[in-house]
């Protein structure tokens, strides 16, 4: 039912997916001080890739996806939200409590957080992806 | 030494890399493991003979009272040997059993997981920590008896072994808390220092019971015992194992461990001698019915454990000291004849006895094993089980109450059980050859090591009683009666009762065996009977449960979405409301100071409600829930949240993607309900939407705790080094909700796609015939 959009849409998509998904790096990694953070970045990103399929379909996204199935980001960041809980551990400290590292050079601090707010991004992302194709391809399957 | 135990599970992970180095030599390479840890066990031997109790101790989860302490005493270390060596020996002999089987590597992750829960079991000494393993031995347990998975009757036994058994497992969590809340403790050793605290206590009665449940399913007892013959489905190195000298001693190893605390009240007296003599009797009574040596061997398992379960029960310290030898008599030649019975069945093609005959220059060697444990287990001297018996007779004889039962039951059971030895261990190899479905021929040398060194023991144990006696068995039996005791075994006693009762059960069960046929037929009178038995109300619970659940589904669940609400609001309705209502006094305390554009955001929220109920179009009832989300997301805004407006704006835009994605697969719109329905929806809807305004409105006025926001405020920065109080509770303060509710979305998308695409499979399924897939361990 889906069919391939307009000339605007295509046009739009093209220009807008790259955009949104910077943005939803860009929400990602601002999340801890500013509004933002893994699930609306993640949301974000999703939002970007459906509109894609909506311009261009299942096929094409798969494309652009290249190798990566959504099923496998939602592993990803299940797996990464995982590993997060064990640094923890090591330092002698309950799980999941955070921890922080600078990285010298650059102002930016790496932390547990921060992998586990990766992970529910791609969590999100590979979810609502994989909830949406999965529609579609159905939709494309009956006749 | 926990971390030394726990290791058996990650060496079961990595069992399928072993095969792919060591092929069809993994099972010796596995078999190192427990022969490590059986040597470690008997090293602790000489301290804990001289009395020593030792304490590893090691926190688990301090927060609850959870610790991964072991501890060995003379019962634990008893248990731990008999699991390590038996278990070292059921692995060789697997690897010979089980050769080229395509699922070998399964069999051995889970029986290697079985045996570190089996010995976590053992040598627990928190009650919780012993109840985690005891659990994973009944799973495990399920995965073994249904190794052959494509065969029905073994899932359907596998099915009812875990049924009895984790039944039985909850009323043991049950029983477990009531015994920690009662003494106070949650430690094995603590509780049973107590003296008669427990005894006393008021909770004493039910927490018996609840044990007691957990430990007669585990351990097979009448009327629980049906599902230890149904587990010989099982490879036969797992009935060695699991079902005869392990798995199913669980409960009577917990009932052990307790007797300190728990034992010598008139209860504990009365159900255990009763209920075990019962067992045993039982189990002795229906071997005799059967011609499958599997079976025939269950059975006399069940009336072993119905032995161990009465002398528990009699609980003097003669009882007691019988208790321990006849525990690891029975271990070593139940276990030999289990490996016996697997190596007929593998090298004859059968299981029937009846079938076999004349085996003996064919396969002389197994023949001597199944002749020197068989002797063990009708009693005959100089076998250990000569002294187990005896033990045994003497602790009857001088039972306190229902000594006039018990005896005639343990007499009855000895006959019974020296024809059923008869049966097992003469039959197939003495008298006419008999031609087997497989030429039989000599076992190879990995099967039968482990029969032959268990017979050896058994033999040489008996010969040498003082060794077993003075060592391991005094320091078991102190344990279980919980002081120290001297055991001297010796295998003459000089010309007395249970010497004459030895004699007269082996007449009385040689006589049996040379007319077994005959009572065979006889008893088969007894079929319909039988299946009124015990089985028979397991499976009339199972038929209820399925009906039951058929009716709830049907009234509950029926698959209409409407449906499912109205149930899910009704009972929203039912619980707050009655909280509420009837609990506190709906207070409402508002004042009203609203602002314009409140007002008209508020209003769009309204207007899109009402829309969206009469709408007599998809589409547009689409778009009105869709104007009452953007609403929502505008009231977050206003009341700066902005985070929560940004999600509510994105999920908005998304859940508008997904309806209309799903909107052109519905069928045409159509008006189902009655004008009668929808006055009672309108009914259920408007009453849930008042009372959860009422509940709003009166938790606005109740400030019962102190609000945890300022702590959340105060810390964000200095502790959680950010400054977005919402982003600190999902990765931060609150970082394991947000893990499960990732996981929860990664489960909802599963879900979609198992619905969708299992559908488009089923026409896949209608084209072409599904192939059944390989399995691939």
Redesign the interface.
């Known amino acids: ?2 069919k391939s959009g307009t000339l605007i849409l295509h046009t739009a998509a093209r220009i807008l997916m790259p955009l949104q998904l910077l943005f939803s790096v860009f929400l990602l990694l601002r ?10 970045a993640g ?2 990103a ?2 970007a890739f ?1 509109l894609y399929l ?1 311009a261009f379909g299942v096929s094409a996204t798969r494309d652009v996806l290249r190798m990566v199935d959504p ?1 496998d980001l ?1 592993g990803m ?2 797996l990464l ?2 590993i ?2 064990f640094p923890a551990w090591f330092v002698d400290q309950p799980f ?1 409590t ?1 921890q ?1 590292w600078e990285v010298p050079g650059i102002d930016f ?1 790496a ?1 547990t ?1 921060l992998i ?2 990766i ?2 991004y791609l ?2 992302l ?3 992806l ?3 194709m ?6 494309k ?2 006749p | 030494m926990q971390l030394a135990v726990l290791s058996g599970f990650v060496l079961a992970a990595f069992a399928p890399l072993l095969h792919r180095w060591f092929g069809g030599r993994t099972s010796l390479v596995l078999a190192v493991f427990p022969a490590a840890l059986a040597l470690w066990f008997l090293g602790q031997v000489p301290a804990v003979m001289d009395g020593e109790v030792l304490t590893l101790a090691l926190e688990w989860v301090p927060s609850l009272g959870m610790s991964l302490t072991f501890v060995i005493d003379g019962l634990s270390l008893l248990f731990a040997l008999l699991i390590t060596v038996i278990g070292t020996f059921v692995l060789i002999y697997a690897g010979g059993y089980l050769k080229g089987h395509p699922d070998l590597v399964r069999f051995h992750i889970v029986i290697l997981a079985f045996m570190v829960s089996m010995l976590g079991l053992v040598l627990a000494d928190g009650l919780l920590t012993m109840f985690v393993f005891w659990e994973l031995t009944s799973i495990t347990s399920y995965l073994l008896i249904g190794f052959n998975h494509a065969d029905l009757e073994a899932r359907k036994s596998a099915r009812q072994g875990l049924f009895v058994t984790v039944a039985g497992g909850l009323a043991l969590m049950a029983g477990l808390v009531m015994l920690g809340i009662a003494g106070g403790s949650w430690s094995l050793s603590e509780l049973n220092a107590m003296g008669d605290v427990l005894r006393e206590h008021d909770l004493y009665a039910p927490l018996l019971i609840c044990l007691l449940l957990g430990a007669f399913t585990k351990s097979a007892q009448f009327p629980f015992h049906f599902w230890l013959p149904n587990a010989m489905a099982a490879p036969t190195p797992v009935s060695a194992y699991l079902h005869s000298a392990t798995m199913v001693k669980a409960g009577i190893y917990l009932l052990a461990r307790l007797h300190p605390g728990l034992g010598g009240t008139e209860m504990w007296i009365g159900i255990l001698s009763v209920v075990g003599a019962l067992t045993m009797f039982t189990g002795a009574f229906l071997a005799i019915r059967h011609t499958n040596i599997k079976k025939l061997l269950a059975y006399s398992t069940v009336m072993a454990l119905g032995t161990l379960t009465m002398l528990l029960g009699i609980g003097t310290e003669g009882a007691l000291i019988a208790f321990a030898t006849f525990l690891l008599a029975h271990s070593l030649y139940k276990g030999a004849l289990f490996m016996v019975a697997g190596i007929l069945d593998h090298e004859t093609g059968t299981k029937d006895v009846t079938a076999m005959g004349g085996l003996r220059p064919l396969m002389p060697v197994t023949a001597l094993v199944a002749l020197i444990a068989a002797l063990s287990l009708a009693g005959v001297p100089p076998l250990f089980g000569f002294i187990a018996k005896e033990l045994m007779f003497e602790s009857v004889l001088e039972a306190g109450r229902f000594r006039a039962l018990i005896l005639l039951l343990a007499f009855s059971a000895a006959f019974l059980t020296i024809a059923v030895a008869a049966i097992v261990g003469l039959r197939p190899f003495f008298g006419e050859r008999r031609q087997t479905p497989r030429v039989a021929h000599e076992a190879p040398a990995s099967m039968l090591i482990g029969p032959a060194v268990l017979a050896i023991l058994s033999l040489l144990l008996g010969l040498t009683p003082m060794l077993a006696g003075t060592g391991l068995l005094t320091a078991a039996a102190s344990a279980v009666i919980g002081e120290p005791v001297q055991v001297s075994l010796s295998l003459w006693h000089g010309i007395n009762l249970p010497l004459l009762m030895s004699l007269a059960s082996l007449g009385l069960g040689y006589a049996l065996f040379r007319r077994w046929d005959l009572v065979r037929g006889r008893l088969a009178r007894l079929d319909p009977l039988m299946a009124r038995g015990p089985e028979a109300g397991y499976e009339a619970f199972m038929h209820g449960v399925t009906v039951v659940s058929d009716w709830q589904t049907r009234i509950l669940q029926n698959g209409y979405m409407r449906n499912y609400i109205m149930v899910m609001v009704l009972t929203l309705i039912g619980l707050v409301g009655n909280s509420l209502l009837l609990r506190h006094a709906p207070a409402i305390a508002f004042h009203v100071d609203v602002r314009f554009h409140e007002v008209v955001v508020v209003g769009m929220l309204v207007m899109g409600a009402l829309f969206a109920t009469v709408t007599r179009s998809r589409l547009s009832a689409v778009v009105s829930v869709g104007i009452m989300g953007f609403s929502i997301a505008l009231t977050f805004i206003l009341f700066s949240a902005p985070d929560l407006g940004i999600t509510q704006l994105l999920v908005e835009t998304l859940t508008v993607i997904l309806l209309v994605l799903v909107l052109f697969r519905l069928p045409r719109f159509a008006s189902l309900s009655t004008p009668v329905e929808r006055i009672r929806d309108i009914i259920v809807a408007g009453s849930a939407g008042v009372l959860i305004t009422l509940l709003v409105l009166t938790a606005w006025g109740i400030d019962q705790f102190v609000p945890i926001s300022g702590y959340m405020i105060d810390n964000s920065v200095p502790l959680a080094h950010g400054r977005n109080i919402v982003n600190v509770i999902l990765v931060d303060y609150r970082a394991l909700d947000t893990l499960g509710e990732i996981f929860v979305l990664a489960l909802a998308a599963i879900g979609v796609i198992a619905m969708l695409k299992l559908r488009a499979g089923d026409k896949a399924a209608k084209k072409a015939t599904p192939e059944k897939e390989p399995y691939d361990g």
């Open positions: 039912m889906v999340g801890h001080d500013e509004p933002g953070g893994g699930f609306i949301l974000v999703a939002g459906t909506f099923r939602i960041g299940l939200g995982m997060s809980v999941l955070a922080w601090k932390s957080p586990f707010d992970g529910v969590a999100v590979g979810s609502v994989a909830m949406v999965t529609l579609m391809e159905v939709d399957d009956e």
